[in-house]
Each structure stands twice: as structure tokens, then as C-alpha cells.
């Protein structure tokens, strides 16, 4: 496999009956330049069953952790093996629209010299889309950010599952 665009990471821990939708919203992407790291927290609750029952495409990978060393600790080693030219995660409790890494691309071409992209996100009830998670009139400033600024609503309107970092 050359290079591809996009490595979705996936980190997961007690998800097994979450994990397929999350899954499926990717693979329904438009944009198929991706390779996924599905990374398991030491689930006991038979994920790797799941996943391998999933019978996934080659750009697929699945790897487990063993301790329980945690969510951060389950992202870095993700990133250790990513090979994408921009990196972005898909929570399995959160699921991607289907045109999410086409977006990403696209704005990426049209402006080469950004290095971090984010989109809004949706709250899913009742099989439904109910609301955005950030008020899309917001102001969010452009250019480079001070290394304080933190996740949330005040001042930078992203989630971990909404960004790309190149």
C-alpha cells in the first residue's frame, strides 16, 4: 500500500458492541485514501472478536494493549505506526458523516500551508442528529495558536474525533 492520505486512528476499550457502527461510518466514506489502526485498550469484553469478525480490508490494522495503560497511551502507540500524511481519530463511540475525510482533503488542497483542520460535530440521540456540539456562528480565530488553548467551546470548538493534523 503507497502512502495513504489519512490514518484514522481508533483507539477502543469496553466498546465491543459500539465498535461496529463506528467502523462502518468509515468505511462509507467517500474519500477511501485512508488506513485505520483499530487499537485496543485490553478490552475484556470480547472486542477482538468483533473486529476480527468484521472481516476489514487490508488498510486495516489491529493491535492490543495489554495493562489497561489507557487512552492517551493507546493514541501515541497508534501514532507510532501511522503512515497517513495527516493523522485524525474516529472515537468508537462517535460516528463520521459520510463525506467527513473528503471534506478534509479538499480543504487541504485548497490551502496547503495549514497544518490542522477541524469540523463541527453532531449530538446522535434517538437514531437521530439532534444538534451541533458548537454553535457554527461562533468566531474562531485563524492562524497560529498559543499552546494553552484547550478543547471546548470557549476557545478552540473542536473534539478529538473532529480534527486532522498533518
Same mark, same amino acid.
Given at each position: 500500500?503507497?502512502?495513504p492520505?489519512?490514518?484514522v486512528?481508533?483507539?477502543?476499550? &469496553?466498546?465491543?458492541?459500539?465498535?461496529?457502527?463506528?467502523v &462502518?461510518?468509515?468505511?462509507?466514506?467517500?474519500?477511501?485514501?485512508?488506513?485505520c489502526?483499530?487499537?485496543?485498550?485490553?478490552?475484556?469484553?470480547?472486542?477482538?472478536?468483533?473486529?476480527? %469478525?468484521?472481516?476489514?480490508?487490508?488498510?486495516?490494522?489491529?493491535?492490543?494493549?495489554?495493562?489497561?495503560?489507557?487512552?492517551?497511551?493507546?493514541?501515541? +502507540?497508534a501514532l507510532?505506526r501511522?503512515?497517513g500524511?495527516?493523522i485524525?481519530?474516529?472515537?468508537?463511540?462517535?460516528?463520521?458523516?459520510?463525506? +467527513?475525510?473528503?471534506?478534509?482533503k479538499?480543504?487541504s488542497?485548497? +490551502?496547503?500551508?495549514?497544518g490542522?483542520?477541524?469540523?463541527?460535530g453532531?449530538?446522535?440521540?434517538f %437514531? +437521530?442528529?439532534?444538534s451541533r456540539?458548537?454553535?457554527?456562528?461562533?468566531q474562531?480565530?485563524?492562524?497560529?495558536?498559543?499552546?494553552?488553548?484547550?478543547?471546548?467551546?470557549?476557545?478552540?470548538p473542536?473534539?478529538?474525533?473532529?480534527?486532522?493534523?498533518?
Amino acid at each position: 500500500m503507497s502512502r495513504p492520505l489519512f490514518t484514522v486512528i481508533m483507539p477502543t476499550y &469496553q466498546r465491543a458492541v459500539m465498535l461496529p457502527s463506528a467502523v &462502518q461510518t468509515l468505511l462509507d466514506q467517500t474519500c477511501q485514501d485512508y488506513e485505520c489502526i483499530i487499537v485496543d485498550d485490553s478490552s475484556t469484553d470480547g472486542t477482538e472478536d468483533v473486529v476480527r %469478525g468484521l472481516r476489514l480490508p487490508e488498510r486495516f490494522s489491529y493491535f492490543r494493549l495489554e495493562g489497561h495503560p489507557g487512552n492517551m497511551f493507546a493514541r501515541n +502507540r497508534a501514532l507510532e505506526r501511522a503512515k497517513g500524511a495527516w493523522i485524525t481519530y474516529l472515537d468508537t463511540d462517535d460516528f463520521y458523516l459520510p463525506d +467527513r475525510l473528503m471534506e478534509f482533503k479538499k480543504a487541504s488542497e485548497a +490551502r496547503p500551508e495549514v497544518g490542522f483542520w477541524y469540523s463541527n460535530g453532531y449530538t446522535h440521540r434517538f %437514531g +437521530r442528529l439532534i444538534s451541533r456540539v458548537f454553535d457554527p456562528e461562533s468566531q474562531v480565530p485563524a492562524g497560529k495558536f498559543p499552546g494553552w488553548y484547550a478543547v471546548g467551546d470557549r476557545r478552540m470548538p473542536y473534539l478529538t474525533t473532529n480534527i486532522s493534523i498533518r
